[in-house]
């Protein structure tokens, strides 16, 4: 199977880079939750950025990945 670059193909790229960056940072958080008493207490106490926090790697990596892969398709000529 052939990898069609369209800008969906883009879209779903940037969908699973921002999923790929929140699962990285729960295992992180989770560490730190399991491991450290102190940074287990933080987060119980600052749960609510915590939450945003998930949502804010997700707006960035999401973003950063489509601009990328857009641009790639851009210079290769795939759209004009």
């Known amino acids: 199977m052939a990898f069609r670059e369209t800008i969906t193909d883009a879209l779903w790229m940037s969908v699973l880079a921002g999923l ?3 699962i990285t940072e729960a295992i992180l958080l989770g ?3 399991l ?4 940074a287990k207490m933080t987060l ?9 926090s ?3 790697i997700f707006v960035g990596a999401f973003g950063l990945s489509l601009q990328i892969a857009l641009e790639g398709q851009f ?3 795939k759209w004009k």
């Open 20 to 22: 790929g960056g929140v």
């Open 31 to 33: 560490g730190f939750y």
């Open 35 to 38: 491991f450290d008493p102190v």
């Open 44 to 52: 119980e106490e600052h749960g609510a950025m915590v939450v945003l």
């Open 54 to 56: 998930f949502l804010v």
């Open 75 to 77: 210079w290769r000529g």
